[in-house]
C-alpha cells in the first residue's frame, strides 16, 4: 500500500510540474497559449484531479437527469444497470414500478424514436427483467407522475407502431397527456388530434375495465377536449369519494362548456355546485365530530377496566385536522375555466357583454374571487369589443374600503350588534360542548376546561392572543419567539392601551408571568396535534366586540358552529382577526380588513379584487 501512494504522489507531482512549464514558457514569450498547449493543460488537469484524489469511494453521476438535453443508448444502459431488484416475494407490480421509477432517475425528459425504444426493451430483457403489458401500464403511469411527457408520448407512438394493444392504464394515461399538452406551453407545437382521443376513448369503454377514481380522472381529462365532452359527466359519482378529484373533473367540464359555448350548461353547474357545497361542509363536519364522539366513548370504556388508564390514541385527533373547509367553492379548484369562457366568447357584442355580466354576477353570489387570469383575459376581452366605452382600471383600497383616489367605496361586511350577539350567545350557551367537540385533547382534564370556563366569566377583555399556534419565523424560533410575544403584547396594551387574554402553553405562559406587563392575563393551554379552536371560542365567549391575534388564518374553524352561522362567522372572522406580521426586524399586528373582498357588480363598474403582488409604498401602507 505505502508503494502504490508513492507512485500516485510521483505521478501527481509530475503532472503539477509539467503544467507550470507550459504556463511558464507562455509567460516568458508573451505569446498566447496554442489550442493544444490548452488541450495539454486540460489533460494534465485532469491526471492531477484523478491522481490526487484519496478518497476510496466510487464518483456517482448527478442524479438531476432532467438537466440533461439528450439521451443516448449508454444513458439508458447506465440507467437500467443502476436498477437494484427488491425481494422477488414482493407483489410483481410492486416490483415493477420500483424498478421504473430508478430507470426514470437517471433519464430526462425527451422524444425517443423507434430503434431507441426496441433497444431499451431488447436490453431490459437481456436484465432479466422483462417487458409485458403489466410493465407498458406501469412505465406510462410512472412517465406521467414523473413528468416525463414525451417520453411517455413518443412509447405509445412505439407500442402503436409495434400494433400493441394498450392496456387500460396505458389508455388513461394518452387522455391525460392531451391535458397535459393542452395546459402548458413549452408543449404548445405537439397537439394530439380530436380522433386519436375518440378512438382512445373507445377502446377504453370496450374493455370495459372496474370503475377506479385513478382512471376515471385521467379519462374526463381527456375526453372534455374533444366535442363528446358531455359524456364525462356520467363518470362523475365514480368520484363521488374523492374531493380532489371530483373538484379536477368538475373544473375540466366547466372549462369545456365555455370552449364549446354551451353557456346554459355552465351557469346551471356553476349553481349546481354552489348548492351543494354547503350540504358536503354539513355532512363532513357532522361525520367528523361523530367519529371523535365514538372515539371517546371507546376510550372511557377502556379506562374504566384499566385502573391505570390508557393515552389518548393518536389517531383520534387525526381528522379533526384535517378539517379544512376551502374558503370558495368546488369551481375555485381551477382557474383555467374562467379563463377559457372570457377567451372562446363570441356572437354578439351585447350577448359577450351580458354572459360576462352573468358570471361575475353569479361569482358575486358564490363569494368566489376569480383568478388574476381571468382579470388580464377580461382586460383583452373588453379592448376587443369596444375599447372606448370599456376602460380598465387598477385601484388600489385602503383598509377602510375607499381607494386611494377617493373615487370608490366598498360596502362594509361588519356585522351589525344584533348579529354579533347572536354569536356571543350560542357559544355561551353551548362552550362546554363545543370545546369538547373541537379540542379532543381537552376532554380528558374536565378540572382544566371548568377552570377556563370560570376564568373567561370572572376577567373580561379587549383583545385574546394565541400563542397556541407559533408563527413562522425566518430565524430559529427557539430563540426568536419570547422577542414576537414581548413586541405583541406592548402593542397592545402599552400603544393601543387595551386589556389582553394570552392563550399559551407551558413554557411561554413562564415568560409572559416574568415580563410582568399590566392589563395581560394568561391562560395554560393543552397541546394539540394539529390546529386549535380554542382561541376563536374563548373570544366569541369573551364578548362580541373581542378582536383575536393570531399568527395562523382563522377561516378553517368557521364551520364549528351550526351550518346557519358559518356565513356569520366567517364575516366575524374577517373583520375581528388581527393578523401577526413577523419581519427579522419587525414584529406587528395588521388591522383587519372591514370591507368585502369577493366581486362587486356595480351601474358604472366592476370592482374585481386580487393582490398583484407589488409591494406596497409607506403612504399605502
Known amino acids: 500500500m505505502l508503494h502504490v501512494r508513492r507512485i500516485i504522489r510521483k505521478g ?55 438537466k440533461k438535453i439528450n439521451n443516448t443508448y449508454y444513458d439508458w444502459m447506465f440507467a437500467v444497470n443502476k436498477v437494484v431488484i427488491p425481494r422477488d416475494d414482493l407483489y410483481r407490480p410492486l416490483i415493477l414500478r420500483n424498478v421504473v421509477k430508478q430507470i426514470l432517475r437517471y433519464m430526462s425528459d425527451s422524444y425517443f424514436d423507434f430503434e431507441q425504444w426496441l433497444t431499451f426493451r431488447d436490453y431490459l430483457v437481456k436484465k432479466d427483467i422483462g417487458i409485458s403489458r403489466l410493465f407498458d401500464g406501469v412505465f406510462l403511469h410512472e412517465c406521467v407522475d414523473h413528468q416525463r411527457y414525451l417520453m411517455a408520448l413518443s412509447y405509445i407512438d412505439f407500442l402503436r407502431k409495434e400494433d400493441i394493444e394498450l392496456t387500460p392504464t396505458g389508455l388513461a394515461m394518452l387522455l391525460l397527456l392531451a391535458r397535459q399538452m393542452d395546459i402548458k406551453s413549452q408543449y404548445a407545437d405537439i397537439k394530439i388530434s380530436e380522433d386519436e382521443l375518440l378512438k382512445a376513448y373507445d377502446e377504453f369503454i370496450k374493455i370495459q375495465p372496474i370503475p377506479d377514481s385513478l382512471l376515471t380522472l385521467p379519462i374526463i381529462s381527456g375526453l372534455t377536449l374533444t366535442r363528446k365532452w358531455k359524456e364525462s359527466i356520467k363518470h362523475l359519482p365514480i368520484l363521488e369519494n374523492d374531493l380532489e378529484s371530483m373538484q379536477t373533473a368538475l373544473g375540466y367540464i366547466l372549462t369545456a362548456a365555455a370552449k364549446y359555448h354551451d353557456y346554459n350548461f355552465f351557469f346551471q353547474l356553476i349553481d349546481n355546485v354552489s348548492q351543494t357545497e354547503e350540504i358536503r361542509i354539513r ?49 375555485s379548484k381551477t382557474s383555467q375555466a374562467y379563463e377559457t369562457f372570457t377567451n372562446y366568447l363570441t356572437g354578439d357584442k351585447q350577448m359577450q357583454i351580458n354572459s360576462l355580466k352573468k358570471l361575475l354576477e353569479k361569482s358575486q353570489h358564490n363569494g368566489y374571487i376569480p383568478p388574476l387570469g381571468f382579470v388580464q383575459a377580461l382586460e383583452k376581452k373588453l379592448k376587443e369589443i369596444d375599447q372606448d366605452k370599456y376602460r380598465c382600471d387598477h385601484i388600489y383600497f385602503a383598509p377602510n374600503g375607499v381607494s386611494t383616489n377617493n373615487q370608490s367605496c366598498l360596502p362594509s361586511i361588519e356585522l351589525n350588534e344584533d348579529e354579533s350577539q347572536l354569536l356571543h350567545r350560542y357559544v355561551q350557551d353551548n362552550f362546554v360542548d363545543l370545546i369538547r367537540k373541537n379540542c379532543p385533547s381537552m376532554t380528558n382534564d374536565i378540572n382544566k376546561l371548568e377552570n377556563i370556563h370560570q376564568c373567561l366569566i370572572e376577567k373580561k377583555v379587549d383583545v385574546i392572543f394565541d400563542c397556541v399556534h407559533y408563527p413562522l419565523l425566518e430565524l430559529d424560533w427557539s430563540n426568536r419567539y419570547p422577542l414576537y410575544v414581548k413586541r405583541i403584547l406592548q402593542q397592545i396594551v402599552h400603544e393601543k392601551e387595551k386589556t389582553c387574554l394570552v392563550l399559551a402553553k407551558a413554557h411561554i405562559e413562564d415568560y409572559i408571568n416574568q415580563l410582568d406587563i399590566q392589563n395581560t392575563h394568561v391562560i395554560r ?26 399568527a395562523i388564518d382563522q377561516r378553517p374553524f368557521k364551520s364549528i358552529l351550526e351550518i346557519k352561522h358559518v356565513a356569520l362567522l366567517d364575516q366575524w372572522i374577517q373583520t375581528h382577526q388581527l393578523v401577526a406580521i413577523v419581519k427579522p426586524d419587525l414584529v406587528y399586528l395588521q388591522a383587519p380588513c372591514v370591507y368585502s373582498t369577493q366581486v362587486h357588480m356595480q351601474e358604472k363598474q366592476w370592482l374585481i379584487p386580487y393582490y398583484d403582488g407589488s409591494p406596497l409604498a409607506d403612504a399605502e401602507k
Open 12 to 66: 501527481c507531482h509530475y503532472s503539477l510540474f509539467a503544467k507550470k512549464q507550459l504556463q511558464s514558457t507562455a509567460n516568458e514569450t508573451n505569446d498566447d497559449v496554442t489550442t493544444v498547449d490548452k488541450e495539454k493543460i486540460k489533460s494534465l488537469d485532469k491526471q492531477v484531479a484523478f491522481l490526487g484524489r484519496r478518497s476510496k469511494k466510487p464518483i456517482q453521476q448527478s442524479i438531476y437527469a432532467y
Open 525 to 550: 393551554a393543552h397541546y394539540e396535534t394539529g390546529h386549535s379552536a380554542l382561541p376563536i371560542l374563548v373570544a366569541l365567549f369573551n364578548g362580541p366586540q373581542t378582536l383575536l391575534a393570531s
Open 283 to 331: 355532512k363532513r363536519r357532522d361525520r367528523t365530530l361523530n367519529y371523535h364522539d365514538k372515539s371517546n366513548e371507546s376510550i372511557k370504556t377502556t379506562m374504566t377496566k384499566n385502573k391505570k388508564g390508557i393515552r389518548t390514541p393518536f389517531l383520534t385527533h387525526m381528522p379533526l385536522k384535517m378539517l379544512k373547509e376551502s374558503d370558495y367553492y368546488l369551481i
